[in-house]
Structures are given as structure tokens and as C-alpha cells.
């Protein structure tokens, strides 16, 4: 990969809504949304089923949703989180997304939404469905997440949310099902490729900066996923190139500064 390709990216600022910006990118279309879905829950859905739905504006703060469908008969919608690191919060984060999905339901007055809502007529909304995927380095537990687990007093609950949380590291996935969908696989075999290199030369280059040790550490992952035929019908592309490095340079912004406060508060 020339380094021209990188032209003015030494002025770019880290922007919390690039997080997962590339995940987005490839995965946010009903092509590779159908072929997603039915890797993950076995189904075997058509890109014809689904309908992008994912919320067009932050939430709250610097909340977005990464990636929901709905389904064509309006039976299912799912939403989709990429994470790379731990958070044990996604329930909380998720029920925020499912209850404003509502509100716009309201908002456009779907299916008289605003008539009905007051009267005895039992209105029909979509089930949620919630996954998270994981592609971090660290070993997690694959337990699915509850909303009740967070109420201060979970006793006789009325309510729960559960998320499905799935360990899409490459390690762990490179002999499982996942090895069919390719895009999946490509997209997990570049982030571990990243992690992997950016970890080697941080260690090797001890006079670069953070987004020297970013382009490095792409350039790397870009070469191994043109070798293994990952992603070629992204990696070619400028804006995939730009993209990545606004990403992880932002990532890599933000665990430096937060090993710099734990480090002051030791």
C-alpha cells in the first residue's frame, strides 16, 4: 500500500462517532445484513426480507446504534453492536435504541400509532432481537447479558431485555461455522491482524507516534488480507483506507489516554 494513499491523514482528529465506522460500512446493507443474520442465527433469510432501520441521529451523547433491520413484514428487528472492547452495559445501551425505535414509530404515526396508543386497540410492534459481537483480544464470557442483572432491586422484575453476546475473535471463529460467511471472516482476520502488528511495532518503534504505528500496522493488515483474499472488494477502496485510520488512530487515541490516567492514579 503507497503511502500516499495516507495524504493528510496526520491532520485527522479523533471523532467518537467513527467508532465501528468500518464494521458499518461493510455490514450495513442487506446483502451483507442477510448473509449476517443467518450466519449468526442459522436462518436462512434473503437480502429481499430486510430493511435498513437504523436510527438516523445520535441518541443520547455519543450513543448511535451500529446496525439494525427490520424485517419486511415487520415481525423482527434486530439490532447489531459491534464492540472491540468489553462493556458490560450493552443491555442498558440497547434498550435505549429498541425505545426509540418506538418513539419514531410514533413520531410518523406508523401504523396510526398516535390514534391507537390511547384507546383499547392492541397495537402490534416488532420483537427486538440483540447481538453483540465481539471482536476484542481478551477472553470473554459468553453469557448472554440481562437487563435485569442492572435493576438496583432485580426481585420479581417485570421487565428484561437479553443480549446475545458472540466471540467473533479470529482465533475463535477461523475453524467454526463462521468460516462460510467470508466477509465475516475477512472483517475479523483484518481487526486481529491490526491488533497483532500495532502491538509488535508499539513495542519495535519506540520513536514513533501513535498514527505512524496505525499506518504500519494497516498497511500490514491490508498486505495479509490481500494474501489470504480478505476484503478485496474493500480494501482497494480510498475511503475504506481513510476510514481505517481515522478508526483505530481514535482508538488508539483513547486506550493511551486511558493508560496514561491509570498509570497517574497508580
Not at 216 to 245: P, Q, S
Request: proline share 2%; glycine share 2%.
Amino acid at each position: 500500500m503507497k503511502n500516499d494513499m495516507y495524504s493528510g491523514t496526520e491532520e485527522l482528529k479523533s471523532n467518537k462517532q467513527l467508532k465501528d465506522a468500518i464494521f458499518r460500512m461493510i455490514f450495513n446493507n442487506s446483502d451483507k445484513f442477510a448473509e449476517l443474520y443467518n450466519t449468526i442465527t442459522d436462518s436462512n433469510t434473503k437480502a429481499s426480507d430486510w430493511t435498513e432501520s437504523n436510527l438516523d441521529s445520535l441518541v443520547i451523547a455519543d450513543l448511535r446504534n451500529d446496525i439494525s433491520f427490520i424485517s419486511n413484514d415487520r415481525n423482527v428487528i434486530v439490532f447489531v453492536e459491534h464492540q472491540s472492547t468489553i462493556c458490560k452495559n450493552m443491555s442498558i445501551r440497547l434498550l435505549i435504541y429498541y425505545a426509540n425505535k418506538i418513539m419514531q414509530m410514533y413520531d410518523s404515526n406508523e401504523l396510526n400509532f398516535t390514534k391507537y396508543i390511547y384507546t383499547n386497540k392492541v397495537l402490534k410492534i416488532p420483537m427486538p432481537e440483540f447481538y453483540v459481537l465481539y471482536f476484542g483480544e481478551y477472553e470473554i464470557e459468553l453469557k448472554p447479558e440481562r437487563l435485569s442483572n442492572h435493576f438496583i432491586n432485580p426481585s420479581n422484575s417485570s421487565m428484561d431485555l437479553e443480549v446475545n453476546l458472540i466471540n467473533m475473535n479470529y482465533s475463535s471463529i477461523k475453524d467454526s461455522k463462521y468460516t462460510n460467511n467470508k466477509t465475516l471472516l475477512g472483517y475479523s482476520f483484518f481487526v486481529n491482524t491490526f491488533n497483532k502488528y500495532r502491538k509488535k511495532f508499539t513495542k519495535e518503534c519506540k520513536n514513533k507516534n501513535v498514527d505512524d504505528v496505525v499506518k504500519m500496522a494497516l498497511e500490514t493488515a491490508y498486505k495479509k488480507c490481500r494474501d489470504n483474499g480478505y476484503l478485496l472488494e474493500y480494501i482497494g477502496r480510498k475511503e475504506f483506507v481513510t476510514m481505517a485510520m481515522k478508526e483505530f488512530t481514535t482508538a488508539d487515541l483513547i486506550q493511551l489516554r486511558t493508560e496514561e490516567a491509570a498509570e497517574a492514579v497508580a
